[in-house]
């Protein structure tokens, strides 16, 4: 394998981890975007420098008055320090519940600048730094759905899977850009296990995730060279479990 490098937004914990150690485990160099998990991605770049690979920190904040600049300045600092970077991975993701109701200017602020106006941005700095590479936007299974309760993160996440599929036109084919919709795979820690099997039980798959069902998805959009502007929905077939109501269900 040619020498080749992947930055990874949130890299240092949850979904953004297990990423970066599979990359590097594949051959990659790994830069580590970090906010506020510090101590994690210092442990996370430690685990991978221990298993041969190359890896470095870059703090950003993406909520950050000067984000617009910032994001273009990390992009840079990311290809200074790996000239063949080729792969990025816009993994970090703010979420906070609320219906329309209940939803404030402030939390649409948050919710969109993480989950969609960074990716983009990123992207467009990440286009111009390097001739040729690959975009994988996470984005969630939720997006099959209008589950008004998550108002500002679903519209978000929403914009982020259409995002993904306007950038995938326009900078084809020096970049090919897609996106992962996870289901049921890393549950906040809140979730108790009823509810876990709640949700089991609306998976025609009839089982959860794992973070490797994820780590396959995001090699395969990596490596096929003929994938482009995709959304691949790994969730054991829940997104596509919407039978609606008819008359043969009709329980009266």
Known sequence: MSAQAALITGGATRLGRHFAEALASAG???????????????????????????CEVFSCNFLSNAAE???????????????HLNVLVNSASAYEPAPIAETELAMLETQFRVNMFTPLL?????????????????????????QYPYAAYLLSKKS?????????????????V???????????????????QWRIEGIPAD????PDHLVQALHYLLD??????????????????????HSENYPG
């Open 28 to 54: 990659y160099d790994i830069a580590l975007h970090v906010n506020s998990s510090r101590q994690e991605a210092d442990e996370v770049a430690e685990g991978i420098r221990a298993s041969g690979r190359d």
């Open 69 to 83: 600049d910032d994001l273009g300045g990390l992009v840079q600092r990311v290809k200074a320090r790996f000239p």
């Open 122 to 146: 990123l992207t467009r700095h990440f286009a111009d730094a390097v001739n040729e590479g690959r975009v994988v936007n996470i984005i969630d299974n939720k997006v099959a759905y209008h």
């Open 160 to 176: 982020l899977a259409d995002m993904t599929r306007m950038a995938a036109l326009e900078f084809s084919p020096r970049l090919r």
């Open 178 to 196: 897609n996106g992962i919709a996870p289901g049921v795979v890393l549950p906040a820690s809140q979730r108790t296990s009823d509810y876990i």
């Open 207 to 210: 089982r959860q995730g794992h």
């Open 224 to 245: 096929n060279a003929f994938v482009v502007g995709q959304i691949l929905f790994v969730d054991g077939g829940e997104s596509i479990n919407l039978e609606g109501r």
